[in-house]
């Protein structure tokens, strides 16, 4: 029989994040990794401090980005990189009239930290009125970082690549191994999960396209009108994605797939060849905050779900938020606290 303090089911964000929770205070853990293709694992790792359609921020944006840069150089320390491309967003300007907004809200208290009050001008794509630069801004190599962390689990013994089965839980004791607590981070496959598949997380179907484009950027920012476009490597770029949060099947939608070549068009007046169309699940919550905390019958069965379109900001500080209140006894944030849908 093996001991630990913890298990961690799950693919994404959440569980990863959390596992470095646990990696930096030394407890031990096991974490159930079944490789599925979660939205985590498909999403453009966008790290943005804004809502570019509207230029505002949003709660806690800059704790959790000065959080995310400070837990990024943690694990660097034994992972051996840094994850974190610091490539600014530029935002391209529909019209004059967005321009004027932007140059407006970069005087504000909330904004002037996010919003650079000097506009460019780039080649290569249709921007006649310019583009706006978002401090702070940059993006997660999102392969290469669950490739890292995985690695560096499966070298001291704490990923089991397998299926989490339900049906061999018995309360503080799963198979041969005995835990203390165990926290569930499993997105959209919560619902099979029968603790907790009564949460309120609601799936938002995402597109986006790996496109070979005829003519190279000449830049190293990450492009955002409709969409987001930023390089993958020399030859392959990722556009996307995109948010549907109609309960659509297990399939590509040719649809989204046309809505996004349009998209990409608007801006980019060369040729282009796609070369993958992926899609994922994000797990949403109608106010838009995440979900954790503890099973009423279950005291230390947690879970940790409904990140949304921020899966490595929100995971990334509420893994802190997380593991404070299990090991310390922090009270959870009512914003977060699973607990605020029993009202």
């Not at 840069?69 to 992972?79: F, H, Q």
């Not at 040719?254 to 040729?271: Q, V």
């Amino acid at each position: 029989m093996k001991n630990v303090d913890y298990i961690i089911v799950g693919d994404g964000y959440a569980a990863y994040f959390f596992a470095h929770q646990l990696i930096l205070h030394q407890k031990s853990f096991v974490l159930f990794s079944a490789n599925k293709k979660s939205a985590s694992r498909v999403s453009a790792g966008i790290v943005n401090p804004l809502v570019l359609k509207k230029f505002t921020t949003f709660w806690l944006a800059a704790e959790q980005i000065e959080f995310l840069t400070k837990t990024l150089a943690e694990i660097e320390s034994y992972t051996g990189k840094n994850y974190l491309i610091n490539e600014r967003i530029h935002r391209i300007f529909h019209d004059e009239n967005e321009k004027t907004l932007w140059s407006g809200k970069t005087e504000t208290d909330e904004l002037k930290s996010f919003l650079n009050p000097t506009f460019e001008t780039l080649e290569t794509i249709k921007n006649p009125f310019g583009t706006g630069e978002v401090n702070h801004s940059a993006r997660l190599e999102v392969n290469a970082f669950f490739e890292g962390l995985s690695s560096y689990l499966e070298a001291h013994d704490m990923l089991i690549h397998e299926e989490f089965d339900y049906t061999k839980i018995q309360d503080s004791t799963y198979k041969n191994i005995n835990f203390k607590n165990i926290v569930f981070c499993e997105g959209m496959a919560v619902r099979a999960n029968p603790f907790f598949n009564d949460i309120q997380v609601i799936a938002n179907k995402g597109h986006h396209l790996k496109v070979k484009l005829s003519q190279k950027m000449n830049h190293h920012y990450t492009l955002k009108k409709k969409h987001f476009l930023f390089p993958l490597n020399d030859d392959v770029y990722y556009y996307g994605g995109t948010y549907d949060p109609n309960e659509r099947g297990n399939e590509i939608d040719d649809f989204k797939t046309e809505e996004l070549i349009t998209g990409l068009s608007e801006f980019y007046p060369h040729d282009f060849e796609i070369e993958e169309v992926n899609y994922g699940f994000r797990p949403t919550v109608k106010d838009r905050r995440p979900i954790l905390g503890n099973h009423p019958d279950h005291q230390n069965y947690y879970i940790y779900n409904g990140l949304g379109a921020r899966g490595i900001l929100n995971g990334c500080y509420f893994s802190k938020e997380l593991y404070e209140h299990i090991e310390n006894g922090k009270p959870l944030m009512a914003e977060v606290d699973i607990k605020r849908f029993n009202k």
